[in-house]
């Protein structure tokens, strides 16, 4: 098997991860908005009254509060502690209560009766355009690469090295852009260009020739077709690593 230099696709793998995410989130905002929406159709609406706040601690450390309400419900008193609390609540006040009618120490505020949906969407948002835009980029490469594959000017240019590209980390290590240089026999004029990410080491490649495509005679738009090529070692011999 020979052990031949591959193209990371690092945007295209963080567009996923960062979409999905956010599409996950979405389908769990939805899923609590539906049990929201059913518990506000099927309870009764009340008025109760909080009359007492509550902070869990854990050492030093703030933990969640909660609070406890009364409500009269069919002609009971009720008292029950709730595991919801938000900074625009005070003993004394009187809240929005939603009472389960088969079990009226069933409440839920009416104040945070949506909240976990409103939370869930507002962090999905940045997830989806994190990875939307991750996912441009990706089809965007690839577009640019069929097409100069198939439309362009294919030149061989003389694999000379590689550098690291410091802007992507994977488990602490950063991909590498294999550079090349193409000299054009009739006008001696000299290019360079460097490839998409790749992990091998480049200096297994160093002097093998790899296609490069251009937009015709505009050398800005190309790309470097580094699957092609195979590992090799001193006088071209291909090393071939079952590793």
């Keep these: 098997m020979k052990n031949k230099m591959r193209e990371n696709r690092v945007e295209k793998l963080l567009g996923i991860c960062f979409f999905a995410a956010g599409i996950l989130m979405l389908v769990i905002a939805i899923i609590c908005a539906v049990f929201s929406g059913h518990t506000k159709k099927t309870a009764d609406k009340i008025t109760g009254t909080i009359t007492g706040i509550y902070s869990s601690r854990d050492d030093d450390t703030n933990g969640n509060s909660s609070i406890t309400v009364s409500y009269s419900y069919k002609g009971q008193q009720y008292e029950t502690g709730l595991g919801e609390y938000s900074s625009s609540m005070w003993v004394g006040k009187d809240i929005d209560l939603y009472v389960d009618k088969d079990d009226p120490r069933k409440v839920r505020t009416g104040e945070l009766l949506f ?22 980029i990706a089809i965007k490469q690839r577009k640019k690469k069929e097409y100069l594959m198939q439309h362009g000017k294919r030149v061989m240019a003389e694999v000379t090295g590689g550098s690291r590209n410091l802007n992507y980390t994977v488990n602490g290590r950063h991909p590498w852009k294999l550079e090349c240089r193409y000299e054009d026999i009739f006008s001696g004029e000299i290019y360079l260009f460097s490839s998409g990410n790749v992990w091998m080491d480049p200096e297994l490649y160093i002097g093998q020739q790899v296609s490069v495509y251009v937009e015709g005679e505009n050398y800005k738009k190309y790309y470097v077709d580094v699957d092609s090529l195979c590992a090799t070692g001193s006088y071209g011999v291909q090393i071939h690593d079952y590793r």
């Design 115 to 136: 909240l976990p949906t409103l939370i869930l969407a507002i962090i999905a948002v940045p997830f989806l355009v994190i990875g939307g835009i991750f996912l441009m």
